[in-house]
């Protein structure tokens, strides 16, 4: 099972911000830099965050990351409805001679 | 532009091994620069992150599949392969393969190949 917990949903109408928390350890999210995936319904997953806060070309700059100790998160600002898509949090972990783990996963809903 | 394209047996019986190859084109894998990895996701479920190799100079499995995964890269058909031993049911999931760039600025993922996993 994953070792980074995410809530299972989240909404919110257009126009409105929408927070999504992504909660670690030590040895994750702790030491390492953060990634933020999005992944519309059939689809392959899309980086939408590295480096804890950084965009890929591309990426609206609606879309946010943060982290802070063990914890990050990331924002969508003015939810549109093609926000709508899961969203997955990611780190490289430490231990266990070192993996990379996902969260948990987030469901956003745009009401 | 990097592309890539997962192929193989969509239908595995269980305990033997499931077998997966990912064609790049855009970019040679003898280059550098890359990272070259799977993930897979089963139906309805979340991500799980299995392998990847060229990771800073090495290749990591996930500890919880480490026993039954093997990466490999075949350099003259600049592709890389995943194979996974004795695959049971809860194996059964689509299966992407994808490339970083080195510092993580850049994702690029193949299509997701399904894999059942049913005698």
């Known amino acids: 099972q994953s070792v980074l917990t995410q809530p299972p949903s989240a909404s919110g109408t257009p126009g409105q911000r929408v927070t999504i928390s992504c909660s670690g350890s030590s040895s994750n999210i702790g030491s390492n830099t953060v990634k933020w995936y999005q992944q519309l319904p059939g689809t392959a997953p899309k980086l939408l965050i590295y480096s804890n806060n950084q965009r890929p070309s591309g990426v609206p700059d609606r879309f946010s990351g943060s982290k802070s100790g063990t914890s990050a998160s990331l924002a969508i600002s003015g939810l549109q409805s093609e926000d709508e898509a899961d969203y997955y949090c990611a780190a490289w972990d430490d231990s266990l001679n070192g993996s990379f783990v996902f969260g948990t996963g987030t469901k956003v809903t745009v009401l | 532009q990097l592309q890539l394209q997962e192929s193989g047996s969509g239908l595995v019986k269980p305990s033997q091994t499931l077998s997966l190859t990912c064609a790049v084109s855009?970019?040679?894998?003898?280059?550098?620069?890359?990272?070259w990895g799977w993930v897979r996701q089963p139906p309805g479920m979340g991500l799980e992150w299995i392998g990847c190799?060229?990771?800073?100079?090495?290749?990591y499995y996930n500890p919880s599949l480490k026993s039954r995964v093997t990466l490999s890269v075949d350099r003259s058909k600049n592709q890389f392969s995943l194979k996974l031993s004795s695959v049971t049911a809860a194996d059964t999931a689509v299966y992407y393969c994808?490339?970083?760039?080195?510092?993580?600025?850049?994702?690029?993922w193949g299509q997701g190949t399904l894999v059942t996993v049913s005698s």
């Open positions: 994808a490339g970083t760039e080195d510092g993580g600025s850049r994702d690029y």
């Open positions: 190799i060229y990771c800073s100079g090495s290749t």
């Open positions: 855009g970019v040679s894998i003898s280059s550098g620069g890359y990272s």
